[in-house]
T-cell receptor, first 114, second 113 residues
Framework: SAVISQKPSRDICQRGTSLTIQCQVD?????MFWYRQQPGQSLTLIAT?????????ESGFVIDKFPISRPNLTFSTLTVSNMSPEDSSIYLC???????????FGQGTRLTVV | GNSVTQMEGPVTLSEEAFLTINCTYT??????LFWYVQYPGEGLQLLLK?????DKGSNKGFEATYRKETTSFHLEKGSVQVSDSAVYFC????????????FGAGTQVVVTP
């Protein structure tokens, strides 16, 4: 299994500002994923972050709005840039288990933009 | 594209009742199918999975069978407990990465004593 720590767990931010969310894993993993869960909706994949290469973004998500860093095999950050109230969501970090049999999720970051 | 459709909640049941949560999917290939569960105040965790047609996933008394002919993966439990109160998500992965998931909307289940 993998233990994932996300910081912050929640934040309230002013529109127009940016927030960086950190994801730390207790073991080395190849692939890390960032998801968004908007209020009352399901989880949507934002991007896949591999160490040593640029993140791969899903349709509807762009690097300028959600820049991602992946400096090593245990850490990643997601930045939500130039925030608006529509960015209010839970953002979750996820990793694939070393045996590739399941995904593990962090507790999420609850973001409110006012 | 791929999609996952699951029944809307909340589903409210009495303890020891039978639970079914319907899940159907559309996919261009042969996906792996999952049920994830989110207990109150906790993170998302895998409940069970099936990787090919006719496979049955099971865990904690829950079962789901991968039905290719009906493109379904319904979740069932014969006798629920209050501790089963949670949000249940059906999901699929069509890539070789089991971390790249497409989720259904989630179904909240409330079990009362």
């Amino acid at each position: 299994s993998a233990v994932i720590s996300q910081k912050p767990s929640r934040d309230i931010c002013q529109r127009g500002t940016s927030l960086t969310i950190q994801c730390q894993v207790d073991s080395q993993v190849t692939m890390m994923f960032w998801y968004r869960q908007q209020p009352g909706q399901s989880l949507t994949l934002i991007a896949t972050a591999n160490q040593g290469s640029e993140a791969t973004y899903e349709s509807g998500f762009v690097i300028d709005k959600f820049p991602i860093s992946r400096p090593n095999l245990t850490f990643s950050t997601l930045t939500v840039s130039n925030m608006s109230p529509e960015d209010s969501s839970i953002y979750l970090c996820s990793v694939e288990g070393t045996t590739n049999t399941e995904a593990f999720f962090g507790q999420g970051t609850r973001l409110t933009v006012v | 594209g791929n999609s996952v459709t699951q029944m809307e909640g909340p589903v409210t049941l009495s303890e020891e009742a039978f639970l079914t949560i319907n899940c159907t999917y559309t996919a261009t290939g042969y996906p792996s199918l999952f049920w994830y569960v989110q207990y109150p105040g906790e993170g998302l965790q895998l409940l069970l999975k099936a990787t090919k047609a006719d496979d049955k996933g099971s865990n904690k008394g829950f079962e789901a069978t991968y039905r290719k002919e009906t493109t379904s993966f319904h979740l069932e439990k014969g006798s629920v407990q209050v501790s089963d109160s949670a949000v249940y998500f059906c999901a699929l992965s069509e890539s070789d990465s089991w971390g790249k998931l497409q989720f259904g909307a989630g179904t909240q289940v409330v079990v009362t004593p």
